[in-house]
């Protein structure tokens, strides 16, 4: 993958590992699709945004030798442990968004192999127009949001917080509370936004 370009000076990303894999039957990180696994493929595109890559995850230690940069095209991507295993995806953005200095976020699930790096990118470029007032930039279809290819703004660390401690789980519910931006996406990028979750999906047909 050719060398990351800087698209905002104040831009990390935080890739997710965790979860229990049940639909998968073995973890998805480490799956191989096509040469690489999973895990390598989507640290790739977040080195690709930004020079500051995260993984949260409670295992730091089973991916340690995927995050090298003999893996990364010369990149190396920081593991952060995770400690509370029992909030799930938004627990661990918590965790992530503070340990994280930049303004933004550029969140990405381990289990979307199908990204295109330039997209995300593209759509990183967005974020200096965003009013102040705008906690997250995600990814919508119809009322559907793809909140694990999205950008969250440190600021969304409170609202977050509260939201957890009031026994909230989920993304669906979270984003329109704290009124997140839909990004304006075509269906062909909405293809690459699909996630693998069991063996089958490993077979699909790529939908490029
Ligand atoms: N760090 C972290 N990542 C998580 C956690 N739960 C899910 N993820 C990640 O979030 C993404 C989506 O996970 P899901 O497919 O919804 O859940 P899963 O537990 O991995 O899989 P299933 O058991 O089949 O539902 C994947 O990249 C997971 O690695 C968690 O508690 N912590």
Known sequence: MSESIPTHPQLAALVLA?????????????IL??????LQ????????????????????KRYESMLTPEYLSGRTVQALQETD???????AVLEGLSQIEAEWVLLLACDLPLLDPAIVQQWASQLPNLP?????LVPQQG?????????????????LRQ??????????????EIGATPLEVGTAEFRMLRNFNMPGDLHAPNPE
Do not use: N
């Open 132 to 136: 102040p007032q705008s906690l997250a």
């Open 85 to 91: 295993h029992q909030r799930g995806p938004l627990g």
């Open 41 to 60: 493929r989507v640290c790739e595109v977040a080195c690709y945004c930004t020079p500051q890559v995260y993984l949260i995850t409670p295992w730091p």
């Open 33 to 38: 699709w096509e040469g690489k696994s999973l």
């Open 163 to 176: 939201f957890l401690d009031e026994g909230g789980r989920s993304f669906q519910r979270w984003l329109p």
């Open 18 to 30: 965790g979860g229990q894999s049940s639909r998968m039957g073995e973890d998805k990180a480490q």
């Open 143 to 159: 009322t559907l949001w793809h909140p694990m290819c999205g950008f969250y703004r440190r600021s969304a660390l409170e609202p």
